[in-house]
């Protein structure tokens, strides 16, 4: 690392001489500054993610089947998400003080409102003939639902939880205000000493870690719903498979 | 045999869609039931495994009131295929076949042997086992929806419209196979179709429905084309013309399926060891 090439060098020198790297500072405050830092991020924000989950998936279960809910909860989740962080945190430290509760209180709130709706969405999403051939096949309701209804909601699930976990990177920074931030903290200590480096760092490992959350969400994604994929390969392979037709006319027919 | 003595059905809205409706089903045969849409046919058929309930009268299998039997014990006993098929999307061509031996608990293999058997009963090529039902065509689709509904070996099969979504090519070909598959499997089958055509080549006896849920006639094709009951009978067969027409094309199938059966006669030597013939 410490081989800077000249045109770096020059790119990260500041108005006032301070380059925007300093990759001494950075050997110096690895071990402790940085990746406690980073620790704490995951911490704040995946613990949210959790919780949302454990707790959305329920209430949208229960949203999807007493529509009559999901009006209600809809409106209470949107309000919670329309209100600046910020000012969560600072009303909740009254209550759990400067504690990690504090952050992840309101993420796991913001949490829920962009899950909730999209386990309601994904569970939605499954046709009305698939549901009513699983009736007519015999599923009681709660097989109907492990097996047939979330499996099928679940891309939708997914693409809910994707957006939740980068907006939740994201918004763990805004603790730093009230000192709990992870990598957030980068950013105070840099503003407060004006010196560039430690904000970049967190700039930097924050969008790396969002977008390597992202992706391994998205092979999670990929490796639990292998159907989505064959849906995309299906013009590739048609046509592969020898139908027992009697009438040639007919696979023609049918693969056209 | 399926019996319906005095069954009406009345929706919350105030929707009759079934009015006093007897009607005998008989066992090991092809029933179908046609009319016009919105005459109750859906309704008819799914008050049979209890996916609607009648608000009067008793619906009996076997001269046991279905309403008697749990709904999810009755249905995994009635083979039940529909328009879209309603395939499983995430699910593979043998687990969707498997779908009620697994709800019955069935052992896994047993249940998957069973449908790569069914597979080739119903004209799908093994190979397609493993994929997913978007990657079927449509025609495929419909075979699979039809072996899923036999694979537990149910007695009785609700149709709806099974064979409505594809062309007409592909139609003619399902439903020869179909006729030629219950030659072999003697089931129960009641039938819902909107076309004419199709009720008179697939049907034993047909019951033709009138909108409001009032049953008009109920009979062999025979009969329907030479004594249709009355004027909105004879005009849902499309008149005289129409009646000569269904008549020309009754005669044909007859003549073809004469000819198959003969001709598969002279392969039956061969076909033994086929898996159609196999495991039964
Ligand atoms: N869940 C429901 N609630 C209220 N009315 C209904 C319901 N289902 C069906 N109906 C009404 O009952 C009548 C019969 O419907 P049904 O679906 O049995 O007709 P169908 O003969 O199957 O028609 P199609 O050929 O169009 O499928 C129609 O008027 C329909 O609008
Ligand atoms: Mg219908």
């Known amino acids: 690392m410490t081989p800077v090439s000249p045109a770096l060098a020059a790119l990260a020198i500041g108005d006032d001489g301070e380059p925007l790297i300093r990759w001494d500072w950075i050997r110096r405050n690895l071990s402790d500054d940085i990746l406690s830092a980073l620790k704490e991020h995951l911490i704040l924000s995946f613990t949210p993610i959790l919780l949302g989950l454990v707790i959305a998936l329920p209430l949208g279960i229960a949203c999807a089947r007493w529509r009559r809910l999901y009006g209600p909860v809809l409106a209470v989740t949107s309000v919670l998400y329309a209100l600046p962080s910020i000012a969560l945190f600072v009303v909740l430290v009254a209550f759990s003080g400067l504690t990690y509760t504090t952050v992840v209180v309101p993420l796991t709130l913001y949490t829920l409102s962009v899950l909730v709706p999209s386990v309601v969405d994904g569970l939605g999403s499954v046709p009305a003939h698939v549901r009513q051939s699983a009736v007519a096949m015999g599923f009681g309701e709660l097989r109907r639902l492990v097996q047939v209804d979330l499996p099928i909601a679940l891309p939708v699930v997914m693409a809910g939880l994707r957006v939740a976990t980068v907006s939740n990177i994201s918004l763990v920074s805004v603790g730093a205000l009230i000192g709990i931030g992870g990598l957030g903290e980068l950013f105070t200590d840099g503003l407060r000493r004006d010196f560039p480096t430690p904000l970049v760092v967190g700039i930097v490992l924050i969008i790396t870690l969002a977008l390597l959350s992202d992706l391994i969400l998205l092979l999670i994604q990929r490796l639990l719903t292998p159907w989505e994929r064959a849906r995309a390969t299906r013009r590739k392979n048609r046509g592969q498979s020898r139908d027992r037709d009697r009438v040639p006319a007919a696979r023609e027919g049918e693969t056209a | ?280």
């Open chain 2, 1 to 280: 045999m399926i019996t319906f003595d005095g069954v009406t059905k009345r929706y919350p809205d105030g929707t009759v869609a079934v009015d006093g409706l007897d009607l005998e089903i008989q066992a090991g045969r092809i029933t179908v039931l046609v009319g016009p849409s919105g005459c109750g046919k859906t309704t008819t058929l799914r008050m049979i495994n209890r996916m609607v309930d009648a608000t009067d009268g008793t619906v009996a299998v076997d001269g046991k009131d279905v309403r008697d039997v749990d709904p999810p014990a009755l249905r995994r006993g009635i083979g039940y295929v529909i328009q879209q098929a309603g395939l499983f999307p995430h699910r593979t061509i043998v687990d969707n076949i498997a779908t009620v031996p697994y709800l019955l608990g069935w052992d896994k293999k047993k249940a998957r042997a069973e449908a790569h058997a069914l597979m080739a009963r119903v004209g799908l090529d093994p190979g397609l086992a493993k994929r997913f039902p978007a990657q079927l065509s449509g025609g495929q689709q419909q075979r699979v929806g039809v072996a899923r509904a036999l694979a537990a070996d149910p007695p009785i099969m609700l149709m709806d419209e099974p064979f409505s979504a594809v062309d007409p090519i592909v139609r003619a070909g399902l439903q020869d196979e179909f006729l030629r598959l219950q030659d072999e499997v003697e089931k129960t089958i009641v039938f819902v179709t909107h076309d004419i055509d199709e009720a008179v080549k697939l049907g034993h006896r047909i019951a033709v429905f009138q909108v409001g849920g009032r049953l008009a006639q109920y009979t062999t094709p025979d009969e329907l084309l030479s004594a249709p009951a009355d004027d909105f009978v004879s005009d849902f067969l499309g008149g005289d013309r129409g009646i000569r027409r269904l008549r020309f094309s009754q005669e044909l199938d007859a003549e073809q399926a004469a000819e198959t059966s003969r001709s598969r006669g002279d392969a039956l030597g061969q076909d033994a060891a086929g898996p159609a013939v196999a495991d039964r």
